[in-house]
Nanobody, 120 residues
């Protein structure tokens, strides 16, 4: 059974940093595209960043220059380093591992989410 466990969320002041982790128990993790999504209250879920099996990355405009996605295939873990956090980054952050339905599909593999709150 596939399980994604996120950690690292919390309350941080504007300008601060957080590092999210997602440990995945899924077969062939190393060849799967993995992404981080977020959903703020009253808004749709949006892609923050993703990383391919060869380490290529892609970021939402809002994340460019501030967030870094990385992966450790030996640990079946993906990370999201978030720096210079802003109040508008406040959201529940979800880890997503692609399957045959693609990244971001409701039928792909999702974690339970971790809350990130940026506030003074």
């Amino acid at each position: 059974q596939v399980q994604l466990v996120e950690s690292g969320g919390g309350l941080v002041q504007p300008g601060g940093s957080l590092r999210l982790s997602c440990a995945a128990s899924v077969s062939s993790f190393s060849i799967r595209i993995v992404g981080w999504y977020r959903q703020a209250p009253g808004k749709q879920r949006e892609l923050v960043a993703y990383i391919t099996r060869v380490g290529s990355t892609n970021y939402a405009d809002s994340a460019k220059g501030r967030f870094t996605i990385s992966r450790d295939n030996a640990k079946n873990t993906v990370y999201l380093q978030m720096n210079s956090l802003k109040p508008e980054d406040t959201a529940v952050y979800y880890c997503n591992v692609a399957n045959e339905y693609g990244l971001g599909s409701s039928l792909a593999y999702w974690g339970q989410g971790t809350q990130v709150t940026v506030s003074s």
